[in-house]
């Protein structure tokens, strides 16, 4: 017990101005029945006593929280944890444990290690990670959500058994706050792009269907529809879930703040979803009808014919490449060279498939057949209305974006701002923005108060 909390201390797990609460059997009642062998009263008589101090913690913890703001760690023995995690006891112990600061079980077995794992994930609801180093680790590892596995002098026994491997420890911190916030960010953008694009695409097939009756006439080329999400908007949502980077790995370890967006999970809400499956209708209103008006009842060329379904398909689908292109390119924070390729020689291979497939036999590309050469190439409203139309569609999300930004930004957003502006040695200002990572949580309420604590002792030593 004196070992776990040493080293508690040493990796600033507990700190100076924390009551501790220590469970442990150390009864003189107990060592009474112990001597005399009787394993039946030993084991209800250490039940009550374990029940008895999770109950009187209990009452410190809730008796503390009117009068002072004091931060409480649990310690408690592998001996006393069997009893913790009993079936009666346990939620009492959970509840006891999610209040404090921090809670330390030594001399835990596999098993139990395994156990209070599952406790928390099952009692708080909460996303757990486990980190470890050896065999003895495996159980909670498994158990956790992401497993964590370092690779050193224990084996590799962890490492085989976890999501992921480090080499040391203290590797934990660049990989939650950099690599987490990325990842994060990356696959929330990435899902709410699939919603907006694919979105984008199919209602203009609605609308067009309503436009027609519904008379099961599609507004575009078979092919057209097949190859959409295999080689038109596909590759540039790939490189942004591979290279995207909002801020750099220098500035999400300065910025802890950052961390806190997966933690809220601000990115990925419905309310975030459903604003890219807004964006998506509203792009595809504006295709789909400022194409049809601009071509409707007028001639499309200098030869006087007018546009017909093949001419206001192959449009329209000009206007959705470019569009979900774009709107890709905008949401992007961290181009490189692959990115560039990705989108730019996405919109330029539509234009190569509509040479190509227009120059097979018509028995193949039907009415596409010299579509783009000898019809929507030469002719200069096709060109102009596309360009109208990308830019139109466009606007909605450049306005809501940049009215966000000003008023109502994410933590990333904040810190690119002060980038932008050069404030990085302002220790104020940073300091401010640390500070609003610090929002409540159903978990570790006392953690909070320790925080805040820990801020004002930083703010005063600085002052001095």
């Known amino acids: 017990m004196e070992t776990a909390i040493n080293i508690g201390f040493a990796c600033s797990f507990l700190r100076q101005g924390m009551k501790q609460l220590i469970i442990q059997l150390e009864s003189p009642d107990i060592q009474a029945l112990e001597k005399a062998g009787d394993k039946r009263a030993i084991a209800k008589a250490s039940r009550e006593n374990i029940r008895h ?73 909460k996303t757990t990670l486990a980190i470890g180093d050896g065999a003895n680790d495996v159980g909670m590892l498994q ?7 370092i690779s050193g002098v224990e084996g590799m026994q962890a490492v085989m058994s976890s999501d992921i491997a480090i080499a040391q420890f203290r590797y934990l911190e660049r990989l939650l706050l950099v690599h987490g916030h990325w990842c994060y960010r990356r696959i929330s953008s990435m899902i709410c792009y699939f919603f907006y694009k694919n979105i984008t695409f199919g209602f203009t097939l609605f609308l067009y269907e309503v436009c027609t009756s519904f008379s099961g006439q599609p507004a575009y080329n078979d092919w057209f529809l097949s190859l959409y999400n295999v080689f038109f908007s596909s590759l540039p949502v790939v490189a942004l879930g591979v290279f995207d980077q909002d801020v750099s790995a220098r500035y999400c370890l300065r910025f802890p703040i950052l961390y806190q967006e997966g933690v809220q999970n601000v990115l990925f809400n419905w309310r975030r979803i459903l604003s890219w499956m807004l964006n998506g209708f509203m792009s595809a209103i504006i295709i789909f009808f400022f194409c049809t008006n601009a071509m409707e009842i007028q001639a499309f060329d200098k030869e006087g014919r007018t546009a017909g379904r093949d001419i206001l398909g192959a449009t329209m689908y000009t206007c959705v490449v470019w569009v979900v292109n774009l709107q890709m390119a905008l949401a992007i924070s961290y181009f490189t060279l692959i990115q560039h390729v990705f989108i730019w020689g996405t919109i330029a291979l539509w234009y190569l498939f509509l040479l190509v497939y227009g120059a097979l036999p018509p028995g193949i590309s039907t009415i596409s057949y010299k579509l783009f050469l000898e019809t929507l190439a030469p002719s200069p409203s096709y060109w102009i209305l596309t360009l109208f139309v990308v830019i139109t569609t466009l606007i909605p999300y450049l306005s809501y974006s940049a009215i966000k930004i000003q008023f109502f930004p994410f933590y990333h957003e904040i810190v690119q701002w002060i980038r932008y502006e050069g404030k990085t040695n302002d220790p104020e200002f940073c300091h401010m923005v640390r500070q609003r990572s610090l929002r409540p949580t159903t978990v570790g309420s006392t953690a909070r108060l320790a925080a805040k604590t820990n801020s004002i002792t930083e703010s005063s030593t600085n002052q001095r």
Request: aromatic letters at 4%; a negative charge; charged letters at 20%.
């Open 143 to 149: 158990e956790a959500d992401i497993g964590v596995g």
């Open 53 to 125: 101090q999770i109950s009187d913690g209990a009452q410190q913890l809730a008796a503390s929280r009117g009068t002072t703001e004091q931060a409480f760690a649990l310690i408690i023995d592998g001996k006393s944890l069997a009893y913790a995690l009993e079936d009666n006891m346990k939620d009492m112990f959970l509840d006891l444990a999610i209040h404090c600061a921090s809670v330390i079980c030594c001399r835990s077995s596999p098993k139990q290690k395994a156990l209070v794992t599952r406790l928390v994930k099952s009692g708080t609801g």
